[in-house]
């Protein structure tokens, strides 16, 4: 049986965690590591000046080590000091929003700690599941677990798939959006991000700026991206390649910028 590493950026005893654990445990090995706060918008940041502390725990029937860490911390520290063996995939999730883009990419916890998995040469999954519009949700109560049944299932069944692939190199993480009701067999869309700014995410207080919103905004919406799938009710799932630099862009410095720079050496 394959063994998975469950981590997530919304801090141990957030709802979207539990259905999902409970799903993978069905077809998988899994040990819970989680942070014990919320740490969203961590990206995959590490704590390396100060003190990390853990603490296993037994949350509504669920054993889990908490960290007092990023999400990208409880990877690092999970592979290498608190498993026994080295986990087959790492999965992420459920985040409560959609990490839709590359600014949320580029920003998400959830995603941070799939990419802490990647970089590692483990298989890393992240899973997110869009707000619905029309509840208001205490994503901290167990009675909220029923809100991301239908997606767990969604994204079990996806990371058993990808789970029984030999991965091509340049597949390192994989970012799957769920739209709040979907159903358990819901079209799913292989996307690109979408490439659009947040807009302005804080405002002026006096003397400070705080945290306002960031929402998702459906305009402009180009053909084969996670926002557009998101829009249509699929399922998005996007690959993510973590060599950052393209050929065209190594090409075009090399044709363009080394000559002129050696030209100035002569």
Same mark, same amino acid.
């Given at each position: 049986?394959?063994?998975?590493?469950?981590?997530?950026?919304?801090?141990?005893?957030?709802?979207?965690?539990?259905?999902?654990?409970?799903?993978?445990?069905?077809?998988?090995?899994?040990?819970?590591?989680? +942070? %014990?706060? &919320?740490?969203?918008?961590?990206?995959?940041?590490?704590?390396?000046?100060?003190?990390? /502390?853990?603490?296993?725990?037994?949350? &509504? /029937?669920? &054993?889990?080590?908490?960290? *007092?860490?990023? +999400?990208? !911390?409880?990877?690092?520290?999970?592979?290498?000091?608190?498993? &026994?063996?080295?986990?087959?995939?790492?999965?992420?999730?459920?985040?409560?929003?959609?990490?839709?883009?590359?600014?949320?990419?580029?920003?998400? #916890?959830?995603?941070?700690?799939?990419?802490? #998995?990647?970089?590692?040469?483990?298989?890393?999954?992240?899973?997110?599941?869009?707000? +619905?519009? !029309?509840?208001?949700?205490?994503?901290?109560?167990?009675?909220?677990?029923?809100?991301?049944?239908?997606?767990?299932?969604?994204?079990?069944?996806?990371?058993?798939?990808?789970?029984?692939? *030999? @991965?091509?190199?340049?597949? *390192?993480?994989?970012?799957?959006?769920?739209?709040?009701?979907?159903?358990? *067999?819901?079209?799913?869309?292989?996307?690109?991000?979408?490439?659009?700014?947040?807009?302005?995410?804080?405002?002026?207080? /006096?003397?400070?700026?705080?945290?306002?919103?960031? %929402?998702?905004?459906?305009?402009?919406?180009?053909? #084969?991206?996670?926002?557009?799938?998101?829009?249509?009710?699929?399922?998005?799932?996007?690959?993510?390649? @973590?060599?950052?630099?393209?050929?065209?862009?190594?090409?075009?410095?090399?044709?363009?910028?080394?000559?002129?720079?050696?030209?100035?050496?002569?």
């Amino acid at each position: 049986m394959k063994h998975i590493l469950l981590t997530n950026d919304d801090g141990y005893r957030c709802a979207g965690y539990y259905p999902l654990l409970d799903e993978l445990k069905k077809q998988f090995e899994v040990t819970a590591i989680a +942070p %014990e706060l &919320e740490r969203s918008a961590a990206a995959k940041s590490l704590s390396v000046r100060s003190k990390i /502390g853990y603490k296993k725990i037994l949350h &509504e /029937g669920h &054993e889990v080590y908490a960290i *007092d860490g990023t +999400p990208a !911390d409880c990877v690092q520290i999970g592979l290498y000091d608190l498993m &026994e063996k080295r986990p087959d995939i790492v999965v992420s999730g459920i985040n409560r929003g959609a990490n839709i883009g590359h600014a949320m990419i580029l920003s998400s #916890g959830t995603i941070g700690a799939a990419m802490e #998995g990647a970089i590692d040469g483990v298989v890393s999954i992240a899973a997110s599941m869009t707000y +619905p519009k !029309d509840k208001k949700i205490d994503y901290f109560d167990p009675s909220s677990y029923v809100y991301f049944e239908t997606a767990s299932k969604i994204v079990a069944k996806i990371v058993k798939l990808l789970g029984s692939m *030999d @991965l091509p190199k340049g597949l *390192d993480v994989i970012s799957i959006n769920v739209p709040y009701g979907a159903n358990e *067999d819901a079209e799913i869309e292989i996307t690109k991000p979408s490439l659009h700014s947040t807009g302005g995410i804080y405002k002026r207080e /006096g003397d400070f700026f705080t945290y306002d919103k960031w %929402e998702l905004v459906f305009e402009n919406l180009e053909d #084969g991206t996670d926002l557009k799938a998101i829009y249509e009710g699929k399922v998005s799932v996007t690959p993510i390649d @973590l060599r950052l630099a393209t050929q065209e862009s190594v090409s075009f410095l090399q044709n363009e910028l080394k000559p002129l720079w050696e030209e100035l050496a002569i």
